[in-house]
């Protein structure tokens, strides 16, 4: 099934431990997203890619690292966690390559809780 | 700054019409974008406009006026499986996406 998958879909880490969310889409999308939604507030982007090798930040970055080695893959690494880090994580890919003109597809979420 | 208003939260009953509006201000504008989404799972894209004027799409219809930064989502015939979030969200002069917080949209039998 074409589409976005990510892993974990839920997880509770202690605050300090290092995470690692995964993101694999097969829609041979350029631009790919990892987005955090907290009760309240809108959808907040942490970093995106346009393309393959290239990497950005997006508007809440800091403590979050990412990588995109290939077109497909797209991994968020949480360096050392911390409480505030409690969300859940989006992973979104489209078609544009640093131009959002359609549509977003979204993977299923990731649920971190930090202790 | 950038910012998207949506109300929190609204009420409808089945069968009946219900509009969403959103209102934003953003450093230019290049389309806007409305989802759904489900307790628990991810947005699903629904609709989007770059140009004045009204489309529709089966029960859902969606509205832009560029000069008052003004968009609603319209959904007719209501359904219990309506019951969602309904978020808007603004492509700025950089082709961003600025999201509002979301609309839950509580639907009575």
């Known amino acids: 099934i074409a589409g976005i998958t990510q892993a974990p879909t839920s997880q509770i880490l202690a605050a300090g431990r290092r995470m690692t969310l995964r993101c694999t889409q097969d829609?041979?999308?350029?631009?790919m997203y990892w987005y955090r939604q907290d009760l309240g507030l809108g959808l907040r982007l942490i970093h995106y890619?346009?393309?393959?090798?290239?990497?950005g930040k997006g508007e809440v970055p800091d403590g979050y690292s990412v990588s995109r080695a290939n077109t497909d893959d797209f991994p968020l690494t949480l360096a050392s966690a911390v409480p505030s880090q409690t969300s859940v994580y989006f992973c979104?890919?489209?078609?544009?390559?640093?131009?959002?003109?359609?549509?977003?597809?979204f993977g299923e979420g990731s649920r971190l809780t930090v202790l | 700054g950038q910012n998207i208003d949506q109300p929190t939260e609204m009420t409808a009953t089945e069968g009946a019409i219900v509009q969403i509006n959103c209102t934003y201000q953003?450093?230019?504008?290049?389309?806007l974008f409305w989802y759904q989404q489900h307790a628990g799972e991810a947005p699903t894209f629904l609709s989007y406009?770059?140009l004045d004027g009204l489309e529709e799409k089966g029960r859902f219809s969606s509205f832009l006026s560029r000069s008052k930064g003004y968009s609603y989502l319209l959904l007719k015939e209501l359904q219990m499986k309506d019951s969602a979030s309904y978020l808007c969200?603004?492509?700025?002069?950089?082709?961003?996406?600025?999201w509002g917080a979301g609309t839950k949209l509580i639907i009575k039998p």
């Open positions: 406009n770059v």
């Open positions: 890619s346009n393309t393959a090798g290239t990497t």
């Open positions: 829609m041979r999308h350029n631009a």
């Open positions: 969200a603004v492509t700025d002069s950089n082709y961003q996406l600025i």
């Open positions: 979104a890919s489209s078609e544009g390559s640093g131009r959002v003109t359609g549509e977003l597809f």
């Open positions: 953003t450093s230019g504008f290049n389309g």
